[in-house]
């Protein structure tokens, strides 16, 4: 065991040399202060519009100022909208195609654009929610993350469609919950401070490939003196020096493998259900003019 440990160890050392290297850039990129907001042309100060009245008054009180740090840390505007009212009309108003899982798109696109929403300029970097409670006349209760700027490009569709998961966690059972999580889970992953980043591309990958060139590097410059060290002989592993044969036989019994196929219903979300229709999960892929993903229940 001792030989074993020797042998490796600097295996092992670099490993640790690994975690301790990508761990401190992770505090380093994750603990950000974007400074004041320079945009200075939004329409409104307020990011927490609960037009579908599902939050108490404390509760969005608590949700603007989580907002509020969490904008500073990751230099996005954070914005959320609930509404409670069929958005039909308005959406195929302006797009007479519109499907109805993205009727929520056309109306965050263009709330998001109408308000001049963006930390660093009119219609800039940040994400807008909008859950509507309300039931379609296909069934479906639909919700829209729409992302611009810095998150656009740094989102792929998985990690917006995992984000809306984890909203969708608890949406039905407790919307400030599900809101909070909206808020946490996007400061997470925009400063790679959190288990979400290995759905993120791009700049998110930096940190680690610092840390793997780091750990190459130690063992390059440590590995040079082990070159031709034998630490294993002939005899290492036998008892009294002396080899002894045993024979050994397997014998398989019993072996039985099964195959069955999980039912799914294609889509992502939990179960449960609202005063009407089940609940069941879907996504959409990036439409219109800014990125974003949905989901239905």
């Known amino acids: ?26 505090l380093v990129h994750g603990s950000s202060d974007y400074g004041e907001r320079r945009n200075g042309e939004c329409m409104t100060e307020e990011r927490v519009f609960d037009y579908g009245e599902v939050l108490s008054e ?20 954070i914005v959320l909208v609930t ?12 797009e007479p195609d519109v499907p109805y899982g993205e009727f929520v798109r056309v109306f965050a696109e263009d709330f998001y654009d109408k308000n001049g929403f963006g930390y660093d300029k009119p219609v800039g970097d940040g994400v807008l929610l909008v859950d509507n409670w309300y039931r379609e006349n296909d069934g479906n209760v639909y919700t829209w993350l729409c992302a611009v700027g810095r998150p656009d490009r740094k989102y792929g569709l998985d990690g917006m469609n ?11 059972s407790n919307p400030y919950r599900a809101y909070r999580t909206y808020i946490n889970e996007f400061y997470h992953d925009m400063t790679g401070s959190g288990r979400n980043t290995v759905y993120l591309a791009g700049k998110d990958t930096m940190p ?15 590995w040079g003196s082990k070159k031709g060290e034998k630490t294993v002989t002939a005899s ?27 039912q799914t219903n294609g ?7 609202r005063s009407s229709g089940s609940r069941s999960g879907g996504t959409h892929g990036h439409g219109g003019h800014h990125g974003g993903a949905g989901h239905h229940r």
């Open 1 to 26: 065991m001792k030989q074993y440990v020797r042998y490796f160890k600097w295996y092992f050392m670099a490993v640790a040399v690994l975690a301790a290297v990508y761990g401190g850039i992770l």
């Open 58 to 77: 404390k509760e969005e009180s608590k949700l603007r100022e989580l907002i509020e740090k969490r904008e500073r840390q990751t230099g996005c505007d």
């Open 83 to 94: 509404l409670n009212e069929s958005l039909k009309e308005y959406a195929r108003e302006k």
């Open 162 to 172: 995992h984000l809306l998961d984890n909203v969708y966690r608890y949406v039905e």
């Open 208 to 222: 680690f490939a610092a840390a793997l060139i780091g750990m190459l590097l130690f063992l390059a410059f440590h």
């Open 236 to 262: 290492t592993y036998v008892e009294g020096g002396k080899p002894r044969l045993h024979r050994k036989e397997d014998v398989l019994v019993n072996k039985v493998v099964a195959k069955r196929r999980i």
């Open 267 to 273: 889509g992502h979300g939990g179960s449960g259900s």
